[in-house]
């Protein structure tokens, strides 16, 4: 089935320890995002691509960054994890920038 | 003032009742919305795009108010499997092409 694969589902890192989480996709579409989802909150958007267009969020720290070396994968890298970066977070597709969107599973991130 | 706000809930139905959502958004030049349903600890599943006109898909109706900047999901005949948290997202035209914005969601709780 196609779909949108999040890899691991379940991440511990530590203080300060950089992290990497990878997302791919078989549906081909165009459009990639990242979110974070903290608890009772809606999912926050930190950067898209649209192919190989990045587009940053003016509200995202710089701790945060993204890389896209194919249509099929993206990565989110936090650099310096912090504990208020404990979170799901959720990678997305869509065919086109103003269409609905289809999610991973996330990846819970837990940082001691 | 949000973005994107949600009547937080929890609305409690029994089954077989409807119930109704609405989601208020701010950006008038918002031009797609979409109702997501999102179950405890998993990821947002698109449940229907809303369109001018309205659109139905089995129990679920969405509608859109553009002079009022809201949308809206009811839900008829609620069965136990609906209890869920209901996101809505908006999707405004460039600048911000891509951008969904979510609301914090819905909690809707059927009881037997």
């Known amino acids: 089935d196609a779909m949108v694969i999040q890899n691991p589902r379940y991440q511990v890192t530590q203080f300060g320890k950089p992290v990497t989480l990878s997302c791919s996709q078989t549906?081909?579409?165009?459009?990639m995002y990242w979110y974070q989802q903290k608890s009772s909150q809606a999912p926050k958007l930190l950067f898209h691509?649209?192919?190989?267009?990045?587009?940053n969020e003016a509200d995202t720290p710089d701790n945060f960054q993204s890389r896209r070396p194919n249509t099929s994968f993206c990565f989110l890298d936090i650099r310096s994890p912090g504990l208020g970066d404990a979170a799901m977070y959720l990678c997305?597709?869509?065919?086109?920038?103003?269409?609905?969107?289809?999610f991973g599973q996330g990846t819970r991130l837990t940082v001691v | 003032r949000k973005e994107v706000e949600q009547d937080p809930g929890p609305f409690n139905v029994p089954e077989g009742a409807t119930v109704a959502f609405n989601c208020t958004y701010s950006?008038?030049?918002?031009?797609?919305f979409f109702w997501y349903r999102q179950d405890c600890r998993k990821e947002p599943k698109l449940l229907m795009s809303?369109?001018?006109s309205g659109n139905e898909d089995g129990r679920f109706t969405a509608q859109l108010n553009r002079a009022s900047q809201y949308i809206s999901l009811l839900i008829r005949d609620s069965k136990l499997s609906d209890s869920a948290t209901y996101l809505c997202?908006?999707?405004?035209?460039?600048?911000?092409?891509?951008?969904?914005?979510f609301g914090d969601g819905t909690t809707l709780t059927v009881k037997p």
């Open positions: 997305a597709t869509s065919r086109v920038e103003a269409g609905g969107a289809f």
């Open positions: 549906l081909n579409h165009n459009v």
């Open positions: 691509y649209y192919d190989k267009d990045f587009n």
């Open positions: 950006n008038s030049a918002s031009q797609s």
């Open positions: 809303v369109y001018s």
């Open positions: 997202a908006v999707t405004a035209n460039p600048p911000g092409a891509g951008k969904s914005t």
